[in-house]
């Protein structure tokens, strides 16, 4: 292909590339501007200082290092403990090989795409009946069970390929059950548990339906609620707005960063299997 | 429950072809799947019974619930927001499903045989993760930054139709009832298109890349190539992108609650917001029931299809497997 028409394709690629990442682009020079520069010129022009109050005053408003807190904890539970249940479910399907796993497997596929909807007002009032509703705790439990489900389904397929021949050497050997899961299987397939334990941070970090009616207080609210309500209270000015717009943006781009790989082949993985 | 596994065990083991060893006697693998089968119970099953048992009664959420079989269902046939809110789902799946599958083929077919060849396979990498970004956003901050975008003063969207002299073309991109759907429509666009763009490339590298090569010899241009090699061959991650992508659709919650709360007027509401407010707004928790359990079915409906046609996908390609 002549060198003339290969431009304009990837010229094509990149102003759409661009389009994609420009509101992060708008979104950050608009959050380093003080709220009488943005007046006088708009949210297109470039910022002329570095203004951090706005971004200070968004962070003690809403207590933000809590709301930080609150999505570590309940996403990082919710990646080990989803971790933990898949790897026994899949133990059990993919190499236990129990009667009838067709059947639970798909238990689990119809789990993990049943919407949160017609979970969400019996889980709200059974959690109150329990003590556990406003609590990270009643989450954490919801989001372990519903993102095990996925990974019972990935990992399930992963065991089913796993060697009969090692597993059943290492019987002969005298291991149990246990022994053979924690000492070879879970070795061995760490980097698809590696792959669940990022997707299951990640998508927890990001849920919304669950958390919102289940984290009313302010110290249990998860970055993710707590900028979602504050939004639709439509309380905020532009520069608040732009501030706990890059507030939000920013870890997201770090768990990109970081696992931009892991994801990028996960999901991969994860769709066709 | 032993002996039964055993007997499962055994029947695994025949497909094996190794079935002839005396085994020593082994505790159940089944006990392995008993906390996650209680967890299930308990959070999804127990719950989602309870739901699809509340549809039928009416129930504000106190006292006990009063037996009322389909009145609920009755009452959905009659109620146009009802039917509006699953008018706009379809809209979502236009724009959640169909539109990203479309731009993610011809997108993921061009970074993977054109820029990677020609611009190397970093260039591909650096825009696929451009086009990715969005997927990894929580949907309430991607909201908080399109509701700016779009607001009508002040924001981004109409300054900068401002700026280039068409400031004619200046709207409510989210207040106008007329415009609202098709501004969310745009803006699930930009958040779902990353994640066909990267299953699509990865799916194209598995493709022999004999087949191009022949096809280029016999003088094959780029579209045909697509057409007739790329597409057929990456068949089963579109249909599996197709499937999910339309289910997430159908859920989409956090979007409208973030950019229009539904409105203006009902012109964005979708069944799981609908069901939303209905549950913790009105209160009417056994109309919400019902909502939400339609939503369900047809969710479940389109899941087993999924089901059936990857699994027969699956047996036709290795023959029948276990």
Redesign the interface.
């Known amino acids: 292909?002549t060198v003339l028409r290969?431009y304009p394709?990837?010229a094509a690629?990149?102003i759409?590339?661009?389009f994609?990442?420009l509101?992060?682009a708008?979104?950050a020079v608009n959050a380093v501007k003080s709220p009488a520069e943005y007046s006088a010129h708009?949210?297109?022009s470039l910022p002329r200082g570095l203004y951090l109050d706005g971004l200070k005053d968004f962070w003690q408003r809403v207590d933000f290092g809590q709301k930080l807190l609150n999505s570590v904890l309940i996403s990082g539970s919710v990646a080990v403990g989803a971790a933990v249940?898949s790897v026994?479910?899949a133990?059990?399907?993919g190499?236990?090989?129990?009667?009838?796993r067709t059947w639970?497997l798909?238990?689990?596929?119809?789990?993990n795409?049943?919407?949160?909807?017609?979970?969400?007002?019996?889980?709200y009032?059974?959690s109150k009946q329990a003590g556990l509703y406003d609590t990270r705790l009643s989450v954490i439990?919801?989001f372990?069970?519903?993102q095990?489900?996925f990974g019972?389904y990935l990992l399930s397929s992963v065991l089913?390929r796993f060697p009969?021949e090692i597993v059943e050497a290492a019987r002969i050997d005298g291991a149990?059950?246990w022994q053979v899961?924690w000492r070879i299987v879970v070795p061995v397939s760490r980097p698809t548990i590696g792959v669940l334990l990022v997707f299951f941070f990640?998508w927890t970090?990001?849920e919304?339906?669950l958390p919102?009616?289940m984290l009313i207080s302010n110290d249990n609210q998860t970055?993710?609620?707590a900028?979602?309500v504050l939004?639709?209270q439509r309380l905020m000015d532009?520069t608040m707005?732009?501030a706990?717009?890059l507030l939000?943006?920013l870890p997201?781009?770090v768990?990109?960063l970081l696992f931009?790989r892991t994801?990028?082949?996960g999901?991969?993985?994860g769709?066709?299997k | 429950m032993t002996v039964t596994v055993e007997r499962g065990g055994r029947v695994a083991r025949g497909h094996h072809g190794a079935a002839t060893r005396p085994r020593r006697p082994r505790t159940s693998y089944a006990l392995f799947l008993l906390p996650g089968f209680i967890a299930f119970l308990v959070v999804v099953v127990v719950p989602f019974l309870m739901n699809t048992g509340v549809s039928f009664t009416d129930w504000q959420g106190v006292g006990s619930p009063t037996w009322s079989g389909l009145a609920n269902y009755r009452e959905l046939m009659d109620d146009s927001e009802f039917w509006a809110s699953f008018r706009h789902s379809l809209f979502m799946v236009v724009a959640m499903a169909v539109v990203p599958t479309a731009l993610g083929l011809v997108l993921a077919a061009a970074l993977f045989d054109f820029v990677a060849q020609h611009f190397g396979t970093r260039t591909a990498a650096v825009l696929r993760a451009c086009f990715y970004l969005p997927q990894v956003l929580p949907i309430a901050v991607a909201g908080i930054v399109w509701s700016w975008i779009l607001a009508p003063d002040n924001g981004s969207l109409n300054e900068l139709l401002k700026a280039v002299g068409l400031g004619s073309w200046q709207q409510d991109w989210l207040g106008d009832p007329d415009l609202a759907l098709y501004s969310v429509m745009g803006v699930m666009v930009w958040v779902q298109i990353g994640f066909p763009l990267v299953v699509f490339m990865a799916g194209l590298q598995r493709v022999d890349p004999q087949l191009y090569e022949a096809a280029e010899l016999d003088g094959a241009g780029w579209w045909r190539r697509f057409w007739h090699i790329t597409l057929p061959q990456i068949r089963p991650e579109i249909s599996v992108v197709l499937l999910w992508c339309t289910i997430a659709a159908l859920k989409v919650f956090g979007a409208v609650y973030v950019l229009t709360k539904g409105g203006p007027g009902g012109a964005t509401d979708v069944p799981s917001y609908f069901s939303f407010t209905t549950f913790f707004e009105k209160t009417q928790v056994g109309y919400g029931a019902a909502i939400s359990t339609v939503l369900t079915v047809i969710i479940l409906a389109l899941a087993l299809i999924g089901l059936r046609f990857q699994t027969r996908a699956e047996d036709a390609e290795e023959g029948v497997r276990v």
């Open positions: 292909m290969r394709v990837l690629l990149v759409g590339a661009l994609m990442v509101p992060f708008v979104v708009g949210p297109l249940l026994l479910n133990y059990a399907i190499i236990g090989r129990i009667r009838g639970v798909a238990f689990f596929v119809l789990a795409t049943l919407p949160q909807e017609a979970l969400v007002y019996p889980v009032y059974l439990i919801v372990t069970v519903i095990a489900a019972t089913g009969r149990n059950q899961l990640i970090w990001n919304f339906l919102l009616v970055v993710s609620v900028l979602g939004q639709g532009a707005t732009n706990a717009a939000g943006v997201a781009i768990f990109f931009q994801l990028t082949r999901i991969a993985a769709a066709v």
